[in-house]
């Protein structure tokens, strides 16, 4: 059965699955999940970590879930899992995964899923569904080609081949690759720099991607009008504009990470 522990590191939630020996998927650890990012969002958390103990991040699912399934009950269970990935999708602040060893089928599906992913060089990539007659059952396979287009999705997860963290970056699947050893470290500091920043802008800037890539650009832009412009009347966006006007563009720059940016 697998777990979670959540721990705040200032405004940034630090979220660690935990399913030995191989961080395998299953029901529990999903309804772990989806309570920690809940909490999160809660307690006005401005990023979360998604991070995994143990030798890798995830293994895949726990495919005992699959002997013996009616096509009712694979709805259930898939539908069980749902919640989660739209959590993480929906959250208001930025979400990295933190990937190390094996990111495998669910596993990635659940990194997918995140705003950004940072892996170690010797991480290793695949959806592997298709060794056992399935496909991605959390939504893999579109969100990879989100990331890296559609022919892209169809090799990697026809295939079901392991592909460096090299690869999934120059594939423009994951953001960045670091030393083994160094992504946990990495990963907070970016969340750290990032939970500094205009996390309300964050927010609908998450919001018009997911809405931009269902609908297209110019239903959008429609969108936008609505999502976007009430920041017009944040905090955030009136002192940085008016730091920017007295400051001028050079020296702004210079000083913009002691800008404090309030989300509100």
């Keep these: 059965m697998g777990h979670t522990d959540y721990q705040a590191v200032d405004a940034v939630a630090v979220v660690t699955m935990s399913s030995p020996p191989a961080s395998l998927f299953d029901e529990e650890l999903s309804d772990h999940l989806l309570a920690d990012v809940e909490r999160a969002s809660d307690e006005g958390k401005r990023a979360l970590i998604l991070q995994a103990d143990g030798a890798v991040f995830s293994g895949g699912a726990d495919v005992s ?22 959590a993480i999708e929906d959250a208001p602040f930025p979400v990295i995964a ?20 940072v892996a170690e060089e010797s991480a290793r990539f695949a959806q592997v569904e298709a060794m056992i007659g399935a496909t991605t059952f959390l939504g893999g396979v579109y969100r990879l ?5 559609p022919a892209r999705a169809r090799e990697i997860t026809f295939g079901a081949e392991q592909y460096t963290a090299a690869t999934f970056e120059r594939w423009n699947i994951i953001n960045r690759v670091v030393p083994d050893g160094e992504v946990r470290e990495h990963a907070l500091d ?23 890539l269902a609908h297209g650009p110019r239903e959008a832009d429609l969108y936008l ?18 730091e920017l006007l007295s400051q001028g563009a050079r020296k702004f720059r210079a000083n913009h990470n002691q800008l404090v940016f309030e989300n509100r």
Excluded: N
């Excluded at 089928?105 to 705003?115: M, Q």
């Excluded at 080609?145 to 287009?149: S, W």
């Design 65 to 86: 879930m699959f002997r013996s399934r009616t096509i009712s009950g694979a709805r259930e269970l898939i539908g069980r899992s749902m919640p989660l990935i739209a």
């Design 98 to 117: 933190a990937v190390h060893g094996l990111c495998l089928a669910a596993g990635l599906e659940l990194a997918l899923a995140c705003d950004l992913i």
């Design 145 to 149: 080609a989100e990331r890296c287009g």
């Design 190 to 212: 970016w969340a750290q720099r990032l939970a500094k920043g205009p996390t309300a802008a964050h927010a609908v800037t998450k919001r018009l991607v997911r809405y931009g």
């Design 225 to 242: 009008l609505d999502a976007a412009t009430p920041l017009f009347e944040s905090h955030d966006m009136q002192h940085a504009v008016g």
